[in-house]
């Protein structure tokens, strides 16, 4: 069974199923032979079977059930009357499929099952003969010579011995020397045996309960974690010990109850190469599509929802993305357009990615489009970047098709897809290439009932916020937050790593009045839709599975929360909509605030470049140099004993990556104290690459501005001015990165896979 193909396990399972319910009905269709209700469901199960089974290539048992469906069909469209001969050798039948789906089971093939006297018995008997006739007599007899047989599944209950011994039985199965038909009932026995393996295997269960038993295990994690967090101001050590088993438990029958609603992606894949395939006809192109990631696996309820809009962002894709042969043929690329299919688990959520290799989408277009629907203006279309401009694909109403076709240019749909995904706490992005392609990426929760949460707090309540969309937090004290947070054009903005970050407080967006007065500034830096923003909150309490559930229409239709949650402690928090609250704080601003803001960040860029802050660092023998801060990657603390030398050049590992050296003192000739255990280390990056600047210490970061500069240079140096009332060299960083790696500013080496260089860590 272990080396049997999902597809042919399916299938088995499956068809055991309908046998039983076929013998049922057989019998039952005897006492109302005029029930075309019956005697369709009988058909249906029947060409079902010989559809599947000529498709895995199993002959005789299509053979078999194509025979016993031209029976059926006479019957049903009322050519042949229901007699007790033909039921008999319907069932007959029943029992020759079952037969031979056994051996499929046991030996994955049809083994030497004989099918050609009831393929004979059932032909005769459409034939319209004297009841009295030999042939018509020996059909009726067939079950009973063949009872044997036939009763191995019915006895299975009570035969206890042969159940017992037929995981060691396959194996003689290949050598049955003996033709008699006490030779066979081994066989049969082992078969029926063998179909225990994978019909008794799996279970059909309503999604109801599987919904009713998700819903429970929520109640567990939701006690679990109220006791979890009683017991830990608790010092009795037995009740410790229970509360982690507890825990323990509790976390293997979430993950238990969740993995029975997971299924793989194909389940709605396995419909597209067909709508692919009728589009691509009807639209006059030639589209192949490709699928990776199949067996990613995902819950039901979002398996379902997210059915339809990928079936839409296919057809789009084929409509709007793919050119006809003719056109493809003009731009350099072969006739036959590709549409690929990606998933795979990513960060805690599926990634779903729908790309075309086609003509791609031109922003120019789109923003054309937009002014001329009027959706946006002239002004506000000439402050947005490419990537907004693509995401108005998702504005209702809008479309670039040139006429409505039964296909397209209605300008319904995309907004819907969008709409669609958000509402089950997803997400949807456009990468696209004008002339080379476009990629649409859906980022969908693993899960909707029990997601891993941030709890913060904000203004004396508690919120919770889906750790899906957190990357990292910031906390700033009061000094600090003071210089860090800056405002422009009215906005507040944080500088994290060189890049800035808009702000966004909580109490604003709610109305409501911080109860933290020391300054002190906590941020969560969050991503929506591509774009990173921080949410100022009071203050982080912790981080924990929690429970979602719905809140009702009052509270839904502010549009800032996706739900709420009980926490450890049993207080009740709402569950924040990052989606809801990053449109509505990032993108309800006015034109004129929005180009206030743009003109006050180009001015604010200004005189940042004029004002140049500067890392101090000595070097020995008294000498300082400044370092322009933006240059700067990271310090760190090297010791000696890591150094190694690559030729005659010094290396550190760092990060996985190879490091080159520089020493400064010896660089500018300073040449200081002797070697100490831990080195002083200024990282800088740029592509990609690194390098490794040693100094003497770090002293302090100075602003610029009002510097005295001098234009004496020197090896080495741009000039000189004094900073912190001392004369201070200003280093030439480009040659002291070049000292360490002469090719570091080399396009051909950059672009070497395999080179020290190319190998460095993006840091």
Not at 28 to 42: D, F, G, V
């Amino acid at each position: 069974m272990d080396g049997l193909d999902d597809i042919v396990e399916e299938f088995l399972v499956e068809s055991h199923e309908n046998l039983d319910q076929l013998d049922t009905d057989l019998v039952a269709l005897e006492q109302e032979p005029n029930s075309r209700e019956r005697l369709s469901s009988i058909f249906r199960t029947i060409h079902t079977i010989k559809g599947t089974s000529g498709f895995l290539a199993f002959n005789r048992l299509e053979e078999v059930a194509h025979v016993g469906e031209n029976m059926l069909s006479r019957l049903r469209d009322g050519a042949l009357d229901l007699t007790p001969a033909r039921t008999s050798v319907l069932l007959r039948m029943v029992d020759t499929v079952r037969s031979l789906l056994a051996s499929i089971e046991a030996s994955g093939g049809e083994g030497n099952v004989d099918v050609s006297d009831v393929v004979a018995a059932i032909s005769a008997a459409m034939e319209d003969r004297p009841a009295e006739s030999p042939v018509e007599a020996a059909v009726v007899e067939a079950p009973v010579v063949q009872a044997p047989v036939a009763e191995v599944p019915a006895e299975e209950p009570v035969v206890e011995a042969p159940v017992a011994e037929t995981p060691a039985m396959p194996a003689p199965r290949p050598a049955p020397a003996a033709e008699t038909p006490e030779a066979e009932s081994a066989p049969a026995a082992a078969d029926a045996g063998a179909r225990r393996a994978v019909a008794d295997s799996t279970i059909r269960v309503d999604v109801d309960l599987l919904d009713e038993l998700m819903l429970l295990v929520g109640e567990l994690v939701l006690t679990r974690n109220q006791i979890v967090q009683y017991v830990g101001r608790s010092n009795d050590t037995d009740l410790v010990r229970a509360s982690q088993r507890l825990n323990l438990i509790a976390s293997e029958l979430q993950e238990g109850v969740m993995k029975t609603r997971m299924q793989p992606i194909d389940h709605i894949w396995s419909k597209l190469p067909r709508v692919v395939r009728d589009l691509g006809i009807q639209c006059g192109k030639s589209v192949r599509l490709e699928m990776e990631g199949k067996d990613t696996e995902l819950d039901k309820t979002l398996l379902e929802a997210v059915k339809d809009p990928l079936t839409h962002l296919v057809r789009n894709s084929v409509d709007h993305g793919i050119e006809t042969p003719d056109r493809r043929r003009e731009a350099g690329k072969p006739a036959e357009g590709v549409l690929t299919l990606r998933a795979k688990h990513e960060s805690g959520q599926v990634v779903v990615e729908v790309a075309d290799d086609g003509a791609g989408i031109d922003p120019a277009r789109i923003g054309a489009k937009a002014v001329e629907r009027g959706l946006v203006t002239d002004a506000q279309l000439a402050r947005m970047s490419p990537t907004d401009v693509l995401q108005m694909i998702f504005l209702p109403g809008f479309s670039t098709a040139a006429a409505v076709t039964n296909v397209s240019g209605r300008g319904v749909g995309m907004d819907v897809v969008k709409t669609n995904i958000e509402s089950i706490g997803g997400t949807i992005e456009v990468e696209s290439v004008a002339g080379t392609g476009t990629v649409c990426r859906l980022r969908i929760p693993l899960t909707l009932a029990i997601v891993p949460a941030l709890t913060v707090e904000c203004a004396g309540d508690r919120y919770a916020i889906p750790q899906i969309s957190l990357q990292e937090l910031v906390s700033l004290d009061a000094e600090k937050a003071a210089n860090a947070v800056e405002e422009v054009g009215g906005a507040p903005v944080y500088r994290l790593r060189g890049e800035l970050l808009p702000l966004v407080r909580l109490t604003d967006v709610l109305g409501l009045t911080s109860d933290r007065h020391d300054g002190h500034v906590v941020i969560a830096v969050l991503r929506s839709e591509g774009r990173r923003f921080g949410l100022v909150v009071d203050r982080v309490i912790n981080t924990e599975e929690i429970v979602v559930k719905a809140v009702g229409g009052q509270l839904k239709a502010i549009g800032l929360y996706s739900g709420a949650t009980v926490l450890g402690d049993g207080t009740v928090a709402l569950i924040l909509d990052v989606q809801a609250l990053a449109r509505r704080a990032l993108r309800t601003e006015s034109a004129e605030r929005q180009e206030a803001r743009v003109a006050a960040a180009v001015a604010a860029a200004d005189t940042e470049s004029q004002r140049e802050r500067m890392l101090l660092a000595a070097i020995g023998g008294g000498r300082r140099v400044a370092i322009p801060l933006d240059t700067v990657t990271r310090l760190e603390q090297v010791r000696l004993e890591n150094v190694e030398r690559v030729g005659n050049r010094e290396v550190v590992q760092y990060r996985g990556a190879i490091l080159p050296i520089v020493r400064l003192d010896r660089h500018l000739g300073a040449y200081g104290e002797a070697d100490r255990d831990v080195l002083e280390v200024i990282v800088y990056s740029d592509h990609g690459r690194s390098v490794a600047i040693v100094v003497e210490e770090i002293l302090d970061i100075v602003d610029g501005e009002a510097a005295i500069r001098s234009d004496i240079e020197d090896m080495g140096l741009l000039g000189s001015a004094v900073l912190g009332d001392k004369v201070t060299e200003l280093l030439d960083v480009r040659a002291a990165i070049l000292a360490a790696d002469p090719a570091f500013y080399s396009t051909t080496t950059t672009s070497t896979p395999h080179g020290v260089a190319a190998s460095l860590l993006e840091v």
